[in-house]
């Protein structure tokens, strides 16, 4: 068995969420998360280097680098994906650069690799559909960090799990594959239990009252899903998201939306989606526009 720990979106500086005094998110605050866990693999699923969650100033790369380096040093894989800030100031290929020093930090952005034995997937933001276009061969997990409206096309991509970051927390299961959205860690993050697959997820939300810990195990299915800490609202918003129908229910709308085209015409199929309360931005990056502009005409 092999347990993966997964962060994203990392927040540095920020006061830590119901701790007494003005303790902020430092590299203690993840290393906690890891003694408790004893993670084999820790996944960074982008925006660890650089985050708008963050509030450390400049050397938030520096922090990074430095728990990465503390993580290896002790034996531990880790999995880093870019996301869309973390090069906004111009650090992150020191990122790059340490991986390339260190058999036990692999930077996946648009590549696969494997580690004890799981392939990894890394998908950076603004690159979902090129890679659902492209990718063929099977992998075990997709880490991305894909804004909600492309997260669609990760579903397309031949995984068993996805783990994304960027924004909103949640976990379940989609179109048959293991889903866990992360934001702001270590404020959520998710421990992963693998051995030909999943066998158990532990999804854990910190807030100022408390920690919501949700557990499935792979014989129950998430319908057997256990919360902890969870606050009936809550439970539902970690597991079915904010919107006006589950999250579920719009990643498998949108997918059968593909098909249903040619069958009721654009129009007809644009109008059931957006009467279900799916934005039209998630459409129209899955599905391309409502009117498609025939070129020919005059």
């Known amino acids: 068995m092999t347990r993966i720990l997964a962060f994203s979106d990392l927040a540095w500086g920020v006061k830590m969420r119901g701790s007494s005094g003005n303790r902020r998110v430092d590299a203690s605050s993840f290393l906690r998360v890891v003694r408790e866990t004893d993670p084999a693999i820790v996944v960074f699923a982008g925006d660890a280097a650089y985050d708008r969650c963050s509030r450390a100033e400049p050397n938030e790369t520096d922090r990074f680098i430095g728990l990465l380096r503390h993580l290896v040093s002790a034996g531990r894989h880790c999995i880093v994906v870019e996301g869309n800030n973390d090069d906004s100031i111009g650090t992150y290929n020191r990122v790059r650069d340490a991986a390339e ?58 995984a ?6 960027h924004y909103g927390t949640l976990v379940g299961e989609i179109a048959g594959k293991a889903y866990i959205s992360l934001d702001c860690s270590p404020f959520s993050y998710a421990v992963i239990d693998w051995q030909q697959g999943w066998r158990r997820i532990e999804y854990a939300a910190v807030s100022a009252t408390g920690t919501c810990r949700i557990e499935v195990h792979r014989e129950d299915g ?26 579920r229910d719009e990643i498998e709308a949108l997918r059968r939306a593909k098909s249903e085209i040619a069958i009721f015409g654009r129009e007809e199929v644009f109008g059931r989606l957006l009467g279900r309360g799916i934005p ?19």
């Open 101 to 158: 020093a260190s058999p036990y930090l692999h930077e996946v952005s648009s590549r696969t690799e494997a580690v004890r034995g799981i392939r990894f997937l890394g998908v950076p933001t603004g690159n979902e559909r090129r890679m659902a276009e492209s990718v063929l061969e099977a992998v075990d997990i997709v880490v991305a960090h894909a804004p909600y409206a492309n997260r669609t096309w990760l579903f397309d991509l031949p």
């Open 160 to 165: 068993a799990c996805i783990i994304t970051g």
């Open 280 to 298: 039209k931005t998630h459409i129209e990056r899955y599905l391309g526009r409502r009117q498609v502009m025939n070129r020919h005409a005059r």
């Open 222 to 247: 998430f319908a057997g899903a256990t919360g902890t800490g969870c606050g009936p609202a809550e439970l539902r918003r970690l597991t079915e998201g904010e919107g006006p129908i589950p999250y």
